[in-house]
C-alpha cells in the first residue's frame, strides 16, 4: 500500500508550512495580548504606588510628600503630593527640596572615606590629631568610633542648653565648647548610642583635611558626581526655586510652621537638602560604585563592632537591615524641624525608594516606604521566629536594668508571663512579649518587634541586659534592692 504523503510532497510540505504558518499567525497575535498583560500589570502597580503617595496629603494628615520608586532602569514613581506652602497653596511640585536630616549622614561618612582613600586621614586616627582637643574630655575618641556612634560623647541634640542655641548663628567652636564640658555616657567603643555631635565634628574633620568648606566638599565630590543638580547645604535665606516649607502637625489636626532652625548646627549630622530624584541618583551612585572604591563601600555599609566583638546594627552613616519578611535593604531616616525623610536600597531587587514629608507630626515616612516597597515586591511575610527554646530558668533573667540612652536613661523591667518574659520600658504599661532566637555574641537573646535583648549573666543570674534597637545598642546595669536610682 502506498503511502499518500509520499505520493504528494507537495501537499505534505504545503501542510507542515501551513501548520507553521498558524503557529507563527497565532505567536504575532499573541504578542500585543501579551504585552498588554505586561503594560496593564505596570500600569496598576503604578496606580497603586501613586495612591499610596498620595493618601496622606489627601486625608490631611501632612502638608505635602514627595516620593520616588524606581527599580532597576524603571522609574514607577516620581512625584509630589498636597502642598510645598500651605500659606499659598503651592502644589508640591515634582523636584520639591526637602530638608533630609540625618539622611545627611551617609554623605559625611562617603566623604571621610574618599578623605582616607587619599591617604589625608587614617580611621583610627585620634580626633585630636586632626582638631584642637575639647578641654575636659575624659577619653581619646577615634575617627571610626563617630561614623559608627560608639564613640560616648554627649550628643547635642539631647542637651536642655540646644534648645536656646537652636535659632541663633553663632561660631562653630560654641558647639564644641558646649559639648566637651559635658561626661560621656560611657567609654569609647563600650556601647552605641546614636549621636548628632559625632557627626558635627567629622564635619569639622573634612573641612581641616581638604581644605574645603563641607559645603564646597560635597557639592563637587559627592553632588557633582552623581548628578544631583537640585541639591545643596541647606540655606536659612537663599531663596531655592520648589522649596518646601516646613510644618508640624498639631494635636487638632491642623499645621503651624515649624519652628525655625539656624542651619550652623545641624551641618555634617542633618543640613543638607535634596528632592526626591537626587536620592534615586545618590543611591544609584552610592550603591553602584560611583562614590567609593568596592573595599570602602563594604567597609561604609558593614556593621560595626564594640570593644568586646559585638556586632551592632549600625554601619557609617547609614544602616544594614531587613524588613518583615527577610528582604535585605541599606537605609536610613531623617527628620528635622518641619521635615522627615526616609531612604532605601534593596540590593537584590535592585530597588530605590524615597519618601520625603514636609510635615512632623503622624505620618512617619518609614511606613510609607513601607507599603511602596510591598506594593512593588508583594506583601511582606513574618520571618517565622526561630524554633529554639531557652534551656535555663528564665526566672533568673527577671529583673529591673537601667542604664545611659539617648537623652535619658533607659529603664526595662523583664518579668514572667505565663510560660515566658515579657519587657516594660520606661515603666510603662506596654509588655513586649520576647521570643527567644538563640546565643548571640555568647549570650542568650531574645526579640520583639525591633529590639533585641540579651542577658549578661554571671552564672544564670541576669547582672545585665544589653537593648538594641538599631540606633541603639545600650548597655543596662541591674538594679539592685536599695538602688538609689531604682
Same mark, same amino acid.
Not at 510645598?84 to 511640585?93: F, I, Q, Y
Not at 508571663?417 to 519587657?423: K, S
Given at each position: ?8 510532497? @507537495?501537499? !505534505? ?7 507553521? %504558518? /498558524? &503557529? ?6 499573541? +504578542?500585543? =495580548? ?20 498620595? @493618601?496622606? !496629603? ?7 510628600? %514627595? /516620593? &520616588? ?6 522609574? +514607577?514613581? =516620581? ?41 589625608? +586621614?587614617? =580611621? ?180 560595626g563592632r564594640l570593644n568586646d566583638g559585638t556586632e ?27 521635615f522627615l525623610s526616609e531612604s532605601r536600597w534593596y ?140
Open positions: 500500500m502506498l503511502d499518500r504523503r509520499r505520493r504528494n510532497p @507537495a501537499r !505534505a510540505t504545503r501542510t507542515v508550512c501551513d501548520a507553521g %504558518s /498558524a &503557529a507563527l499567525i497565532l505567536l504575532v497575535l499573541l +504578542l500585543p =495580548l501579551r504585552a498588554s498583560a505586561q503594560g496593564t500589570g505596570r500600569a496598576e502597580l503604578v496606580a497603586r504606588l501613586d495612591s499610596i503617595a498620595r @493618601a496622606p !496629603a489627601q486625608e490631611g494628615r501632612v502638608a505635602g510628600l %514627595s /516620593a &520616588a520608586v524606581v527599580r532597576g532602569a524603571d522609574t +514607577l514613581l =516620581l512625584g509630589g503630593y498636597g502642598y510645598a506652602d500651605l500659606e499659598l497653596d503651592v502644589p508640591t511640585p515634582p523636584d520639591a527640596v526637602y530638608e533630609i536630616g540625618s539622611v545627611t549622614k551617609q554623605f559625611t561618612a562617603a566623604a571621610i572615606l574618599q578623605l582616607r582613600d587619599e591617604g589625608k +586621614l587614617s =580611621l583610627d586616627d585620634l580626633l585630636t590629631d586632626h582638631l584642637p582637643e575639647p578641654v575636659g574630655w575624659a577619653h581619646p575618641v577615634t575617627i571610626r568610633r563617630l561614623l559608627d556612634h560608639t564613640s560616648g560623647i554627649k550628643g547635642y541634640t539631647e542637651l536642655p542648653l540646644f534648645g536656646q542655641l537652636m535659632p541663633q548663628r553663632l561660631p562653630r567652636d560654641t558647639l564644641v565648647k558646649l559639648v566637651a564640658r559635658e561626661p560621656f555616657d560611657f567609654a569609647p567603643g563600650e556601647a552605641l548610642i546614636y549621636n548628632n555631635s559625632a557627626y558635627f565634628l567629622l564635619g569639622l574633620v573634612i573641612e581641616k583635611v581638604s581644605g574645603k568648606t563641607y559645603e564646597e566638599y560635597v557639592e563637587e565630590r559627592l553632588f557633582a558626581p552623581a548628578g544631583m543638580e537640585r541639591s545643596m547645604y541647606c540655606s536659612n535665606s537663599e531663596v531655592v526655586k520648589g522649596r518646601a516649607h516646613g510644618y508640624s502637625a498639631t494635636p487638632q489636626g491642623g499645621f503651624v510652621r515649624a519652628a525655625y532652625l539656624d542651619h550652623t548646627w545641624p551641618y555634617a549630622a542633618g543640613s543638607l537638602c535634596s528632592t526626591a530624584g537626587d536620592m534615586v541618583a545618590w543611591n544609584r551612585a552610592l550603591h553602584g560604585g560611583r562614590v567609593l572604591p568596592e573595599s570602602s563601600y563594604r567597609e561604609m555599609t558593614t556593621p551592632v546594627r549600625y554601619a557609617m552613616g547609614i544602616a544594614p537591615s531587613t524588613d518583615r519578611s527577610g528582604r535585605r535593604m541599606i537605609s536610613h531616616g531623617g527628620g528635622i524641624n518641619g540590593p537584590e531587587e535592585d530597588l530605590v525608594v524615597i519618601v520625603l514629608v514636609n510635615t512632623t507630626g503622624p505620618v512617619g515616612p518609614g511606613s510609607v516606604a513601607d507599603a511602596l516597597a510591598g506594593a512593588v515586591l508583594g506583601a511582606a511575610e513574618p520571618v517565622a521566629a526561630p524554633s529554639v527554646t531557652f534551656d535555663g530558668p528564665l526566672d533568673l533573667l527577671a529583673g529591673r536594668f537601667e542604664g545611659p540612652a539617648r537623652g535619658r536613661p533607659l529603664r526595662v523591667v523583664v518579668e514572667r508571663e505565663g510560660e515566658g518574659i515579657v519587657a516594660r520600658l520606661n515603666e510603662g504599661d506596654d509588655r513586649l512579649p520576647l521570643a527567644y532566637m538563640g546565643i548571640v555574641s555568647g549570650r542568650p537573646t531574645f526579640s520583639s518587634g525591633g529590639w533585641l535583648f540579651s542577658f549578661m549573666l554571671e552564672g544564670v543570674q541576669a547582672v545585665g541586659l544589653r537593648a538594641d534597637h538599631g540606633g541603639g545598642h545600650y548597655v543596662l546595669a541591674v538594679q539592685r534592692e536599695g538602688d538609689g536610682n531604682r
